[in-house]
């Protein structure tokens, strides 16, 4: 049987682990009550595990349990803070603040709120890609009604100034909305502390199962109004109908838990591996790293290639390792990452690069591997009649 390929890619979705498809299995066939049915066992058995599910959930980000909905994933999420804060607050204000490297799940309802007549200031990002929190501040205006800053990025694993931001925001009385899908159980989140009124999860960059995420809404200084965006049995408080998946929760919150009791040992052993991958790779000249050198994710490491054609790049490393040149969600289109443009990056650069993203299951022995395999091709790329004229070198570290 042939060998499948290392997996480095977990920035674009994770195996689900095997305690929480555990946690999960007696709730498709045994306990298979509806949540919202209140008259009998099956009903309060599974109100009981979303109950506990959330409260997973709340410990993780030290929010009130009541104060998360649950969605279908952090796509619905961004999408229901965004367009249900610009609804609630219509008379207040139509100014929407967000940057230029969000996912296309916070940049694109920014886009059909601008259509709608909202006004969207999309702030850049320096070369490190965090935002200057300053030029943040001049943005603000009067009729600003929300700030969406993502957490950490999905590309290239940069972690945003979220407690800056945060105070900047609540004091200038506008709504922090945070897209923290990559951030979840592997950085601090701490909602109180970072003053942050809305922010989107996911369960399935964790070790949860697909399908299933959440918004933190802020109840109380301030209390955050929402329009919700699904009608229909009033669940959620009223803000997103729907009948609860119950085994989908029961293993978001299985997930949150198992990743927030090993994330400080967890990220330590991602950090250094990501730091011997880095070493490694940057034994070739014209390797250029892509985001902050520290502050970024302990499992990311986002990298171009001069003098190589990206598209060739990941087809020779295909038999080898699975990783992505940019965003899973946007790997159809052919055009080179939004987030590596916005960085500075040329064309033909930003198509030369790579993403990996480290997980539980890997070891020090793929790591080599991968790191082999990368140099070989890239030094059979470089040497190849067709490879694009390498015009400069770059010499990095992390």
């Excluded at 943005?139 to 407690?163: F, K």
Aim: hydrophobic content about 40%; some cysteine; aromatic content about 4%.
């Amino acid at each position: 049987m042939r060998q499948r390929p290392i997996y480095l890619d977990h920035n674009a979705t994770t195996p689900v682990d095997p305690q929480v498809v555990e946690a999960m299995l007696p709730y498709f066939t045994e306990s298979f009550g509806n949540p919202s049915s209140n008259g009998h066992l099956y009903g309060w058995e599974a109100e009981a595990a979303v109950k506990q599910a959330r409260q997973h959930l709340a410990d993780a980000i030290h929010c009130d349990p009541d104060e998360l909905i649950f969605t279908s994933g952090a796509t619905e999420s961004n999408n229901l803070a965004i367009k249900g804060v610009a609804e609630a607050y219509f008379s207040q204000g139509r100014h929407i603040i967000t940057v230029a490297t969000e996912h296309s799940a916070v940049l694109d309802p920014c886009a059909y709120l601008e259509a709608l007549g909202f006004e969207v200031t999309t702030l850049p990002v320096q070369g490190d890609g965090l935002v200057d929190v300053d030029e943040l501040s001049a943005a603000i205006r009067p009729d600003t009604v929300l700030v969406s800053v993502m957490a950490a990025n999905n590309e290239i694993g940069v972690v945003q100034p979220l407690a800056a931001i945060g105070a900047l925001c609540h004091e200038r009385g506008v709504l922090f909305h945070t897209d923290a899908a990559q951030a979840l159980g592997k950085i601090p989140l701490d909602v109180v502390a970072m003053q942050i009124d809305l922010m989107s999860l996911t369960a399935h960059k964790l070790y949860g199962p697909k399908g299933i995420g959440a918004l933190y809404v802020r109840r109380r200084r301030p209390r955050v109004n929402l329009a919700a965006q699904l009608h229909g049995g009033g669940q959620e408080r009223g803000r997103r109908s729907g009948t609860l998946s119950t085994p989908q929760i029961v293993g978001f919150g299985a997930a949150v838990a198992i990743a927030m009791e090993h994330r400080e040992t967890e990220g330590e052993r991602l950090r250094q591996l990501r730091d011997r991958l880095w070493t490694e790779i940057q034994a070739l000249d014209g390797i250029l790293l892509n985001g902050h050198p520290t502050q970024r994710l302990p499992g990311n490491l986002n990298i171009s290639i001069l003098g190589v054609n990206g598209a060739a790049l990941l087809l020779g490393l295909q038999p080898t390792v699975a990783l992505s040149s940019g965003s899973a969600c946007a790997s159809t289109n052919a055009a080179p990452s939004h987030v590596l443009l916005a960085l500075g990056r040329s064309d033909a650069i930003a198509a030369a690069s790579l993403r990996f993203g480290l997980g539980r299951q890997t070891t020090a022995a793929e790591i080599d591997r991968v790191a082999i395999a990368v140099q070989t091709t890239i030094t059979a790329l470089r040497s190849s009649p067709q490879s694009p004229q390498q015009h400069e070198t770059f010499k990095n570290g992390l």
